[in-house]
C-alpha cells in the first residue's frame, strides 16, 4: 500500500518525516511478542538499504497502524500460524499529484523487498 506526503499541494512542503517514514510496518493487529522474529528481520533488513545515497526510513506503526481489513481477519482467524505484516510505502516513488512515477525509485524499491525473502522464511523457519 501507499500514502500521501504532500497533501497540502503540489508545491507544500512534504509531510515531516518525524511522522511520514519512507516505509511504515503496520503491527498493530499481530501478537507482536510472537511475530518479533519475523517482523524484526524483515524491518532490519529493510533499514539496511539506502535510497538515493540515503538509509531508508523503515518504522513502525507512525503514520498507519496496520488495522486494515486483510491484517485483521488473518491475525484474528489465523494466531498461531498468519502474520500479515501492512506494508505502506510513502510516495517517494512518483509525483503523488501529477501521478508520473520515478521508474528507477520504483525498481529500487522493488529489489528492497526482493531482498527480504530470503530473512523471512528463515525468521518462519526457525518459528517452527
Given at each position: 500500500?501507499?500514502?500521501?506526503?504532500?497533501?497540502?499541494?503540489p508545491?507544500?512542503?512534504?509531510?515531516?518525516r518525524d511522522v511520514a517514514p519512507d516505509i511504515n510496518i503496520g503491527t498493530s493487529?499481530?501478537?507482536?511478542?510472537?511475530?518479533?522474529?519475523v517482523v524484526d528481520a524483515f524491518i532490519e533488513?529493510?533499514?539496511g538499504q539506502r535510497l538515493n545515497g540515503e538509509p531508508i526510513d523503515v518504522r513502525e506503526n507512525v503514520s498507519f497502524q496496520g488495522k486494515g481489513e486483510q491484517t485483521r481477519f488473518v491475525h484474528a482467524n489465523f494466531p498461531e500460524?498468519?502474520?500479515a505484516i501492512a506494508v505502506e510505502f510513502k510516495?517517494?516513488?512518483?509525483?503523488?499529484?501529477s501521478g508520473e512515477p520515478d521508474w528507477?525509485?520504483?525498481e529500487?524499491?522493488?529489489?528492497?523487498?526482493a531482498s527480504t525473502v530470503l530473512v523471512l522464511e528463515s525468521a518462519l523457519r526457525a518459528m517452527r
Open positions: 500500500h501507499s500514502y500521501n506526503h504532500r497533501r497540502e499541494g508545491e507544500a512542503m512534504p509531510t515531516s493487529s499481530m501478537d507482536r511478542e510472537r511475530w518479533a522474529p533488513t529493510l533499514r500460524t498468519g502474520c510516495k517517494i516513488f512518483m509525483d503523488e499529484w528507477g525509485t520504483i529500487r524499491l522493488r529489489a528492497m523487498l
